[in-house]
């Protein structure tokens, strides 16, 4: 079991920035990919933001140049620094770890946290 903690959330006006932070405990192995997801309402979940434990990162396309994906694999967290934020990045944001391996493959999700960014 992989337990996720998402922080940072909030509210800000359009044009200023937000951090949030993840903090993953439990059976956590590498190699692994963590990740922000988000969900506005009355639509589906979509990706936001990657970075595998290799640090390699994978963005959205509406978020590529604002957001940044970071981790600190000593302390099993990861950060998202979103800058520039738009009324249309409002949603609650998800904090996400995978792994898959030969035999299994394993999936955990934070309880969300919210922002908001007015116009």
């Known amino acids: 079991q992989v337990q996720l903690v998402e922080s940072g959330g909030g509210l800000v006006q359009a044009g200023g920035s937000l951090t949030l932070s993840c903090a993953a405990s439990?059976?956590?192995?590498?190699?692994?990919?963590m990740g922000w997801y988000r969900q506005a309402p009355e639509k589906q979940r979509e990706l936001v933001a990657t970075?595998?434990?290799?640090?390699?990162?994978n963005y959205a396309k509406s978020v590529k140049g604002r957001f940044t994906v970071s981790r600190d694999n000593a302390k099993n967290m990861v950060f998202l620094q979103m800058n520039s934020l738009e009324p249309e990045d409002t949603a609650v944001y998800y904090c996400n770890y995978y792994r898959t391996a030969v035999t299994m493959t394993s999936e955990y999700w934070g309880q969300g946290t919210q922002v908001t960014v007015s116009s």
């Open positions: 439990g059976s956590i192995f590498r190699p692994n990919v």
């Open positions: 970075i595998t434990s290799g640090l390699s990162t």
